[in-house]
């Protein structure tokens, strides 16, 4: 009888944690224009505001999500109908200041109670980030070694393609890879400017390369059977086709024992392939996730321009709200490279505030990810 009521408050106990950790307090702020003038102008402007700060406190559960887990599913997020929805994962909240609309704008500060729970049934139906950024893809290239000799076999690579593919990343055509020489892999891991531009060739918006070798550390012969063991050390560096910039980079290795050579070889490279692979999307996940949450870098390249354009153009960026920075790179030839730091938010709908900045006149010729190609007109 004691066993069954020790187990009862047990099981309580157990379902109450279940559940306290399905939700959380999240304070957020929201704020909109007062648009028109009397009540009516004031009370759509709080009710916009209300929202938005719900909006928020739901945008930082699902980053308390992303640093909390540790596959790389997390990356999967909330959509745009999701966000739509927002008050549906919202089970209650207080607002904790309110200026009544002084100034023309609107500012509201909540305390509100986000169901994670909700939250987490539906992180695994939206890819928000992926949508955010146009579904980028990946390319992966890597060198491969056994004591010190080439291997003309892909054991590492083709692990890894595997492990993105099974978690949802979008990967080069497997067909246009043939192109791409082994020998060269190696070349396109010391040399990242090689390696953007065969990114930029196969049109990646991330390239990984990487190299892994394995050497004979041991040899035995229990039982009168020679056996190997060979230890693997695997490093790749993730880059940024648009920006150039290594925003990933890290190592993993791994010990196997076989029978043969080749067969211990590739079974510690295969392993220390597994480990990479979760650290690399992990990585690669959380960089993505900091742009479409946090700020981003976008790069501006304007042609025909001069003195004045340029400047009205950069001036007219640094007051649309929330573009952070606004910083001339180069300005030579009639070329200027600008470099802009927005919030992520900003993202799906800059190409739009660009076309519409005022007193300026430019057309946008190209996009890729991270870099707008325009002309001054």
Not at 116 to 134: C, D, P, Q, S, Y
Not at 252 to 260: D, F, H
Not at 274 to 303: C, H, P, S
Request: proline share 2%; charged share 25%; aromatic share 8%.
């Amino acid at each position: 009888m004691k066993r069954l009521i020790l187990l009862f408050f047990v099981c309580i106990f157990v379902t109450t944690c279940v559940f306290a950790q399905m939700e959380t307090t999240i304070v957020a702020k929201g704020m909109a224009a007062v648009r028109g003038v009397g009540p009516d102008a004031v009370l759509s402007a709080r009710d916009e505001a209300i929202n938005r700060a719900l909006r928020n406190a739901v945008e930082q559960a699902v980053g308390s999500l992303i640093d909390s887990e540790t596959m790389v599913q997390n990356f999967q997020l909330l959509d745009d109908q999701v966000y739509s929805e927002v008050k549906g994962y919202v089970k209650s909240y207080e607002i904790v200041d309110d200026n009544n609309g002084e100034g023309g704008i609107y500012q509201t500060r909540v305390k509100a109670v986000v169901l994670l729970g909700t939250l987490r049934k539906n992180l695994k139906a939206f890819n928000i980030v992926k949508e955010k950024l146009n579904k980028p893809r990946i390319m992966i290239v890597f060198s491969e070694t056994v004591d010190g000799l080439e291997q003309p076999g892909q054991t590492v690579q083709t692990g890894m393609e595997k492990s993105f593919l099974n978690n949802d990343f979008k990967l080069i055509d497997k067909a246009q890879m043939e192109a791409v020489k082994l020998r060269d892999a190696a070349v396109y891991y010391e040399n990242p400017t090689e390696a953007v531009a065969l990114g930029r060739r196969f049109g990646a918006e991330v390239i990984v390369v990487g190299q892994v070798s394995s050497d004979l550390v041991d040899s035995s012969w229990p039982y009168g059977v020679c056996v190997f063991a060979y230890e693997a050390q695997a490093t790749a560096k993730a880059i940024d086709v648009d920006s150039a910039q290594v925003i990933v980079s890290d190592g993993a290795s791994a010990q196997a024992r076989a029978g043969g050579r080749v067969p211990s070889a590739r079974k510690a490279a295969k392993e220390a392939g597994v480990k990479l692979a979760g650290k690399m999307m992990d990585q690669i996940v959380e960089n993505w996730r900091t742009k479409v949450y946090n700020t981003m870098d976008i790069q501006i390249v304007g042609f025909n321009a001069d003195a004045d354009n340029r400047l009205a153009f950069e001036k007219a960026l640094e007051q649309v709200r929330g573009v952070r920075s606004v910083n001339e790179r180069s300005f030579s030839r009639d070329v200027v490279i600008i470099d802009v730091t927005i919030d992520g938010a900003l993202y799906k709908g800059f190409e739009e505030i660009i076309n519409t900045l005022p007193d300026v006149d430019v057309k946008i010729k190209g996009k890729t990810q991270n870099r707008i190609d325009l002309d001054f007109l």
